[in-house]
């Protein structure tokens, strides 16, 4: 296996990935622009109203997205993560802590949404319905992570230590999820509590293929902002900074 | 003594959890406290709730495995903590014996100091909330599993959290998180058993994830506290 | 114009939901500059008292 392998250290390469970053930033940023906002029309207005849950449906539009972002964030984190451990990269770590807050952030929005989406339809703003109490659940990961992260003050053990955390997550989210879905099919709620997807005609489904893309080029867009920022804290004081901030 | 043979693996664990034993019997109050907690934590939900037997029976299972959990927590802080600060730790990176090996050693040890106190305590306190004594094996089962299996996911944040401020509870943050398929399938095998049914499928599941603990665990934790240690 | 702001009367939960993920989505976006002008100008700072300590 000794080919080619130079284009992934060169992935290791500070300089090199923070001016990648720099200039693959907008190529991300104004696509997803567009396509949440091209989402958004179509979600909003031109998508008809669903025929069980009327005009209340659209917050699928924002919730839907953001739980896809919150779980597949906190992928890329772990492997990240992973990779910095195992190759000893401090961009790969940095790439890591970049996602943290983002994933973070949008964990909450799918639960806030999902609580306003429930309320309208169940009556009540919570019910301990899988997907939510699997997303509350994932809350409380990011959360130790950041966590842990701020409480360790030299940089590169706290790379090292919130990677095994990350790790160790990754590892237990299939097993949280199966077990959270057992706890709920055993203590069966009436299935009116079921967070129902409604069924999709092309009108309602593009805008919202076209969200899931707006929202994962928007973290991509993000992430990469914060990862040129990560590196800059990890170099102390190397000698391409100054060239490449001029 | 021979360091880094198979003969002297064993060896090595035996000195682990002499050791163990020898300060649990030195310092009998911190092996004590979290029993006592447990006590404690398991009174105050009649206290705050209602002295009803039938309806305490309903909330048993969480009661129990809540307590159980809190004070395994309590407990895990010391897994790792002194011995950082002694140098022990350090010693057993640097002893050339498998650091996975001489960790679970120590997390053993600590599971036959906290985690199968509490399980033999569980049926007692059960009775304060109206469960019957011919629950016990069932309570106890699942919380001997139970509390193995959290003692070798808390000692991967023991290791995490080395040398981090008010690392206790940041340790809790991080453990009770991953605890949640322990948690769900221990109550609710203790639930089975409560109500007389059979709980073998539950603890089917939680002995997986004993298992599945056992094996990755320690990895992680050795890996944890080398990262502690730097 | 009205009826598209009522939502068939879900609006005070449509509204809110909207709103707090484009909250979210431009405080990312805020927080991720200021983190990079920080590190910018704290870099920036580190090599100039790093440059000057070497001449002195």
Redesign the interface.
């Known amino acids: 296996m000794g080919t080619n392998w130079a284009w992934f250290h060169r992935f290791g390469s500070p300089p090199h990935v923070y001016r990648l970053a720099g200039l693959l930033t907008p190529w991300f940023a104004w696509p997803a622009a567009l396509s949440i906002l091209a989402a958004l029309y179509g979600g909003?207005?031109l998508a008809p109203?669903d025929y069980q849950q009327?005009?209340?449906f659209?917050?699928l539009y924002?919730?839907a997205p953001?739980a896809w972002l919150s779980v597949m964030i906190y992928a890329v984190m772990a492997t990240a993560a992973g990779i910095g451990l195992i190759w000893r990269m401090k961009v790969a770590h940095a790439a890591a802590a970049s996602c943290a807050?983002?994933g973070a952030?949008?964990t909450?929005?799918s639960l806030?949404?999902g609580m306003?989406?429930g309320?309208?339809m169940w009556g009540t703003y919570w019910v301990w319905d899988p997907r939510l109490t699997a997303q509350l659940?994932l809350l409380?990961?990011y959360?130790?992570y950041i966590?842990?992260r701020s409480?360790?003050d030299?940089v590169?053990?706290a790379d090292?230590?919130s990677a095994?955390?990350a790790?160790?997550?990754v590892?237990?989210i299939p097993?949280?999820r199966?077990?959270?879905e057992?706890?709920n099919s055993?203590h069966q709620a009436p299935s009116v509590m079921k967070m129902e997807k409604p069924s999709m005609p092309m009108e309602m489904l593009v805008p919202l293929l076209l969200m899931f893309l707006g929202f994962t080029l928007?973290f991509a867009a993000?992430?990469l902002?914060?990862l040129?920022?990560?590196i800059?804290?990890r170099?102390?004081?190397a000698s391409w900074?100054?060239e490449a901030?001029r | 003594m021979s360091m880094g043979t198979a003969a002297g693996s064993w060896q090595a664990a035996r000195i682990v959890l002499q050791r163990e034993w020898l300060l649990a019997v030195r310092r009998p109050a911190q092996v004590l406290q979290p029993l006592a907690f447990f006590a404690v934590v398991t009174a105050m939900f009649p206290l705050g709730y209602t002295p009803e037997l039938a309806k305490l029976r309903a909330i048993a299972p969480g009661v129990l495995w809540v307590g159980a959990l809190l004070a395994s927590l309590l407990a895990l802080e010391h897994l790792f903590r002194e011995d950082a600060s002694d140098g022990t730790l350090e010693q057993y990176v640097l002893s050339g014996q498998s650091l996975t090996w001489l960790l679970l050693a120590k997390t053993i040890a600590h599971w036959l100091l906290t985690g199968l106190p509490l399980t033999l305590m569980a049926p007692w306190l059960g009775v304060a909330l109206g469960v019957p004594l011919t629950a016990a094996i069932g309570v106890m089962g699942a919380l001997a599993l139970g509390t193995w299996t959290l003692s070798l996911l808390g000692s991967?944040g023991a290791g995490?959290?080395l040398?981090?401020?008010?690392?206790g509870v940041?340790l809790s943050?991080?453990t009770?998180?991953?605890a949640?398929?322990v948690l769900?399938?221990g109550a609710?095998a203790t639930e089975l058993a409560i109500v007389g049914d059979s709980p073998t499928g539950a603890l089917y599941?939680l002995g997986s994830?004993a298992v599945?603990g056992l094996t990755?665990a320690p990895l992680?934790a050795a890996?944890?506290v080398r990262?502690?240690l730097? | 114009m009205s009826e598209?702001f009522a939502?068939?009367?879900?609006a005070a939960?449509?509204w809110?939901?909207?709103l707090?993920?484009f909250v979210?989505?431009i405080?990312?976006?805020v927080?991720?500059?200021r983190?990079?002008a920080?590190?910018?100008s704290?870099?920036?700072r580190?090599?100039d008292r790093?440059s000057s300590e070497a001449q002195s």
């Open positions: 909003l207005v109203p009327g005009e209340g659209r917050i924002v919730h953001s807050g983002i952030w949008f909450v929005v806030v949404t306003l989406w309320k309208p659940v409380f990961l959360l130790g966590g842990l409480g360790i030299d590169g053990r090292r230590a095994v955390l790790l160790v997550g590892v237990n097993i949280i199966y077990s959270v057992w706890w055993i928007y993000v992430m902002v914060r040129r920022a990560e800059l804290r170099e102390r004081s900074i100054r901030l | 991967i995490l959290t040398g981090v401020r008010r690392g940041l943050l991080l009770l998180p991953l949640v398929p769900v399938f609710r599941l994830l599945l990755l992680a890996a944890a990262i502690g730097e | 598209f939502m068939g009367g879900y939960f449509l809110p939901s909207y707090i993920t979210a989505i405080a990312n976006i927080s991720a500059r983190a990079h920080a590190a910018r704290e870099a920036l580190r090599l790093d």
